[in-house]
Structures are given as structure tokens and as C-alpha cells.
């Protein structure tokens, strides 16, 4: 049966996107001056998985349910981690 997919490898059309979000998770993190240890375990993911989801060199999807949990452990609203970063200007793709 063919699954509409051009190769069965999942392609990843979005890398930037997950290493600007990952960007931005571990802007805040350190701004609420968390190690990625507290984190984690406040969130209770292990701390591995939170390094790759940090990672901007590799991507590392997670859930809505994760980004929810991180947001609400660094008291930051959801919609920041798709802002630019404070001092920082987005430039076009």
C-alpha cells in the first residue's frame, strides 16, 4: 500500500523551526535560571531528552503537551517561544 510519501524516510521540512524553538526553550530556561536538570525533573521528562529538544543541530520533536509543561515551569505564555528573542531581530527566510 503506498502512503503518498515520495521516500519512507520522514523528511523534515521545518529544521530551522525546531532549532529556533529549541532556541528559545533554552533562552528562558536560563533566563529562570534552571539547568536543564531542575527543568526536566519539574516537567518530568529526563534531562537527555530535554538537551535534544535544545539541541539546533539536530531535531528532536515533542509534544504540544511538553511545550505546554515547559511554558507553564518557566512562567512564560507559549506564544513567546515563536517571537523573536528579546535583543534579537528575525531576519526573512
Do not use: W
Not at 13 to 31: K, M, T
Not at 52 to 57: A, D, H, L, S, Y
Request: proline share 4%.
Amino acid at each position: 500500500m503506498k502512503s503518498g510519501f515520495k521516500s519512507d524516510y520522514l523528511v523534515f521540512d521545518n529544521l530551522e523551526s525546531y532549532a529556533d524553538l529549541g532556541r528559545h526553550i533554552a533562552f528562558y530556561r536560563r533566563q529562570a535560571h534552571l539547568t536543564q536538570t531542575e527543568l526536566a525533573k519539574r516537567i518530568k521528562i529526563s534531562r537527555p531528552y530535554l538537551c535534544r529538544i535544545e539541541n539546533t543541530k539536530k531535531v528532536q520533536t515533542f509534544s504540544m503537551e511538553v511545550l505546554f509543561n515547559i511554558s507553564r515551569e518557566l512562567n512564560i505564555e507559549p506564544y513567546y517561544f515563536f517571537a523573536p528573542l528579546p535583543g534579537k531581530r528575525r531576519t526573512a527566510r
